[in-house]
């Protein structure tokens, strides 16, 4: 199948060196495999969006020469998409309606005697399943997907634990069902959740792999779960290590990281392609010269081990 990979950053403001790198690793991995790059805008949470955002962005990566393929295209115009995919879920038994709070949540699973650890996911119990008695109020919040079953777990596992191979980070797994429970595909608020527009669009888009900010890594067991409950193919993953603020912490627009000074591209470019472990082009080298000899050298990992990347020291 030809390659098709994207870049699907959130309009919540510009591209900082963070959100440079896992661009820049989507671009240099879709030109190696001389496949096709798209851009998609993921402005699904619209109340996170600022406005004017996602055309900056567009332009930052115009200045840093990442020009997509194809048209971009903007989640907040695609629930169509999202609402067919729900209904399948629905029609195979796979969601169901759900009234609770996260207050909710909190309350049984302490009276199981589970207490969340700062910063750690709040499990679902399942207090709304149909076996359950279905949803506690007349009102539903939200649509959730039943996460069980659904998993390649290998003999003797738990039966809900989710196997795939991370480019980078090699073998990856996770028990969907403990971890996480049963997840949100529609929200309270009527907006649709990252999960389920994330892999509706990708199957839309026939996007064969996924590279992006490790950040994101603990998303993809989620998303295999999803893609299995749909019958939809499942991409080949690359997580791409991250940019770290003063205080350890991941550079992000939550901990006030600076956007990208691009009058002259290139010293951005070449910080986010030494974060990926490639060398830094020559003195006053021309930015299409950068970008091709980066390609080249992304090509040249390909071709010593491909099903990986490489990881350098820095990685």
């Known amino acids: ?72 295209v903007w989640q907040s115009r695609r629930g169509a998409i999202y609402q067919r995919a729900l209904e399948q879920l629905i029609a195979a038994g796979r969601a ?85 429970g049963d997840f949100v595909l529609q929200r309270a608020d009527g907006l649709w959740a990252y999960q389920l527009a994330v892999v509706a669009d990708d199957a839309a888009q026939g996007i064969t792999h996924v590279v992006r900010g490790q950040d994101l890594a603990d998303n993809t067991p989620r998303q295999i779960v999803l893609q299995r409950a749909l019958g939809l193919p499942q ?20 901990n006030g990281a600076r956007a990208l000074q691009l009058d002259d591209p290139l010293p951005a470019l070449t910080a986010a392609a030494g974060r990926l472990g490639l060398p830094a082009p020559p003195a006053h ?9 980066w390609v080249g050298q992304w090509a040249a990992l390909l071709r010593g081990k491909p099903a990986t990347i490489i990881s350098s020291p820095r990685w």
């Open 1 to 72: 199948m030809p390659y098709r990979g994207r870049f699907a950053p959130s309009p919540t403001g510009p591209l900082h060196a963070g959100s440079l790198v896992a661009a820049l690793a989507s671009w240099l991995d879709a030109r190696a495999h001389a496949g096709r790059w798209l851009v998609r805008i993921e402005d699904v949470d619209t109340p996170r969006c600022q406005p004017g955002a996602d055309r900056f962005i567009l332009e930052q990566l115009a200045r840093c020469g990442l020009t997509p393929d194809e048209p971009p």
């Open 96 to 180: 169901y309606p759900c009234t609770c709070s996260r207050k909710d949540i909190e309350h049984a699973l302490a009276a199981r005697g589970i207490v969340r650890e700062r910063g750690a996911e709040l499990p679902y119990p399942g207090t709304c399943r149909p076996e359950n008695g279905g949803p506690r109020a007349v009102n539903p919040r939200a649509w959730r997907l039943r996460a069980d079953g659904l998993a390649n777990a290998a003999p003797g596992e738990p039966a809900d634990v989710v196997r795939w191979q991370d480019r980078r980070l090699g073998p990856q797994q996770q028990d969907v069902a403990q971890a996480v």
């Open 235 to 254: 991409p080949a993953y690359l997580h791409t290590p991250l940019v770290l603020a003063a205080d350890g912490q991941k550079l992000s627009k939550q």
């Open 285 to 293: 080298a021309p930015l299409a010269d950068a970008l091709a000899s």
